[in-house]
């Protein structure tokens, strides 16, 4: 049980209102004289924690001994998050949720046989009913000592260790010969062969096999590292310690037996701890200069090629690309012949691209879209396929992008991904694409992420952008700001003390305004979602050329605003900004650069001054963002919340609105 609350706390960042566990334990029924073994439910409302005191004392209630030890034992950890189905007419439901009707289903279906079928014959012919996104676990008292696990559009992985039986603690099998899954059981022949200490083989019957089913690699990451990503339509059926996946392709087709490729997760154990800080989101933030480090890793050369290495001399060493991108080699040409470039993505994601987009149109000289996933959804916008459509996610299972990427595909668009999750629905499905290389985020409000995705789709740019000498002494001032990049952020964590302070004097407020231009709007937009996400204070972002038509209303001596003049071409015209809002008597926060005389000669000591590092215009707003994000840290602390856990917020949207 143990293994199934540290699972729990793994995944309860992500923001379910209940949890609860299924236990295969040896129960004696009133009307049966021996005790047999039966899935026993414990359910919950709120924390794990509370689960965790529910189950003691319904554990004391059975007279059921917590440590005893079983040679076949199958639990399930469950946590209920919204998802929609529809059912067949004359099905209702005695609960508020949504999920009560597929065990209904099981049992309609399983009293309408004239003879048993195997367990996951019934789930198949069960889950070819359903419609939308589910990820389930199954098991019933008619199968016992049996589970079937099935998804569809939301994320499930099956990890798997051997260990010896009453011995030492289970660990991850070496690899058969072939990549792909073999009928992994503790005694078959293809079982994989651990040596002893004086070098033979031990015996494989001595060994058993231990499965894991979690809804991501956190969960599962502490026990082993060898999984299976399972893909939509997969039926997972574990029994008797093997296990057999199967597929299904249409509602009049038979589900057959599929092999899966048995992937080693890059995780470690240490991403998923707070090492130290107080909050993820603290420790996220602080860690940005390594993250960022990490997106560039083995990608961005420091100085420029020499071409005396290629056999070319008395050719300019700056012709040589200095920006690789493994996912995207094969499809530079094809996107540089595209129509127009379309961002898609929602949150923190699509304010990345927002960010992203100047760069992007000033390097490649193409016409680049921003839409949210939902709202082309919603319009059924155009999309042709000479389009390159990239999707950005953190997590890359995102349910609004995914449906959007479908839609993409179906209008033969090339689809691009830039996620944060090896194995996401996303990486598997997108025809290429960038991994940020951000490490686990835990915190619901995405930080690191954020800035590796601004990383990630400027070096995009970039390799675009390779073709064109006249781009090239440009491409080579960015990239150079990029690798000083990470010292630039280090520089700007040591404003950690003055946020706090500035964060105590804004503590009581009801309203925050964030005013930007240029590629800083994204900065406001997104210091404005971090603000109310996790403080529970109202805030705007506003684009600085919009104040005249409407939200110069909203200034006055008490309403809090927050400028962001860094150098970059909209220096001059937010220097006017703050000189209009000063003759308003605006109570005024800005944010400006170490080295800045203009805006310091006009606004004196009059108004608290943020001063950053100044790097290149197209990397700016990553610099920016870092004390606004540690002013919604201080902020929500401040006031009393949960900085990791927001309210009504969850880390993965992975349930839409149809």
Request: hydrophobic share 40%; aromatic share 6%; with cysteine.
């Amino acid at each position: 049980m143990d293994t199934l609350f540290e699972g729990l706390r793994r995944l309860e960042y992500r923001g379910y209102d209940s949890a609860g566990i299924s236990l295969d334990l040896p129960v004696q029924s009133p009307d049966e004289s021996n005790e047999v073994n039966k899935p026993v439910v414990i359910k919950a409302k709120g924390k794990v924690a509370d689960l965790v005191a529910l189950v003691s004392e319904e554990m004391d209630s059975l007279q059921i001994d917590q440590d005893a030890c079983v040679t076949t034992h199958a639990g399930i950890a469950h946590t209920r998050a919204l998802k929609e189905f529809l059912v067949k007419e004359g099905e209702e439901f005695s609960t508020e949720t949504d999920t009560e009707v597929i065990p209904k289903l099981c049992n309609f279906l399983y009293g309408k046989l004239p003879e048993p079928i195997p367990f996951p014959q019934l789930v198949c012919e069960v889950v070819k009913q359903l419609e939308g996104a589910y990820a389930l676990l199954i098991k019933s008292s008619v199968y016992p000592g049996e589970l079937v696990a099935c998804r569809r559009g939301s994320p499930l992985i099956l990890g798997m260790k051997y260990g010896i039986q009453g011995g030492p603690a289970p660990k991850s099998p070496v690899s058969p010969n072939t990549p792909l899954t073999p009928k992994l059981t503790g005694s078959t022949a293809s079982a994989p062969h651990f040596p002893d200490q004086s070098g033979g083989t031990l015996d494989n019957s001595s060994y058993g096999l231990e499965l894991f089913l979690a809804s991501e690699a956190s969960a599962v990451v502490e026990h082993t590292k060898q999984v299976i990503y399972l893909e939509d339509n997969d039926i997972v059926h574990m029994r008797k310690g093997e296990y057999t996946v199967y597929n299904w392709n249409d509602v009049d087709s038979a589900s057959v037996e599929v092999r899966r490729t048995i992937q080693t997760l890059t995780m470690e154990v240490g991403q998923i701890m707070k090492g130290g800080y107080d909050h993820y989101m603290q420790k996220e933030i602080f860690e940005q200069a390594e993250t960022i480090a990490q997106t560039m890793q083995g990608r961005i050369k420091a100085t420029p090629l020499s071409p005396i290495k290629f056999g070319v001399p008395n050719v300019d060493r700056l012709l040589y690309p200095r920006v690789r991108l493994g996912g995207l080699v094969d499809f530079v040409s094809t996107i540089r012949r595209s129509r127009r470039i379309i961002f898609i993505g929602c949150g923190t994601s699509y304010h990345a691209a927002l960010c992203s987009r100047q760069t992007m149109e000033e390097l490649t000289q193409m016409p680049v879209v921003l839409e949210l996933a939902g709202d082309i959804l919603d319009r059924r916008c155009p999309i042709f396929r000479d389009d390159t459509c990239v999707f950005v996610s953190q997590s890359g299972e995102t349910a609004d992008t995914m449906r959007a990427m479908e839609y993409a595909k179906e209008s033969g668009a090339l689809c691009v991904g830039i996620t944060n999750t090896v194995g996401s629905a996303i990486a598997r499905s997108s025809h290429c694409g960038i991994h940020i290389n951000a490490g686990a985020e835990i915190g619901v409000a995405s930080t690191k992420a954020y800035t590796s995705q601004i990383v990630a789709i400027t070096m995009m740019a970039i390799v675009l952008a390779d073709d064109q000498i006249s781009k090239r002494r440009r491409i080579n001032e960015i990239v150079d700001s990029l690798l000083e990049l990470p010292d630039a952020i280090k520089k700007c964590l040591l404003l950690n003390e003055a946020i706090r302070s500035l964060a105590e004097s804004l503590k009581t407020e009801n309203s925050l305004l964030m005013f930007g231009r240029g590629r800083n709007y994204a900065t406001a937009v997104e210091a404005a979602l971090k603000v109310k996400e996790v403080s529970y204070m109202h805030s705007e972002g506003i684009n600085a050329g919009e104040m005249k038509h409407g939200p110069l209303a909203l200034v006055d001596e008490h309403m809090p605003i927050i400028v962001v003049a860094t150098k970059d071409e909209m220096h001059g015209k937010m220097q006017g900004v703050i000189q209009q809002l000063m003759a308003r008597n605006a109570r005024l926060i800005i944010i400006c650069n170490e080295d800045e005389i203009d805006i310091l000669d006009m606004v004196g000591d009059r108004y608290p001054l943020i001063m950053v590092p100044n790097t290149d215009e197209a990397l700016q707003p990553v610099v920016n963002i870092i004390p606004l994000q540690l002013l919604s840290y201080h902020l929500t602390l401040l006031r009393g919340f949960n900085v990791d856990q927001p309210r009504n917020l969850a880390k993965s949207v992975t349930v839409t609105e149809e």
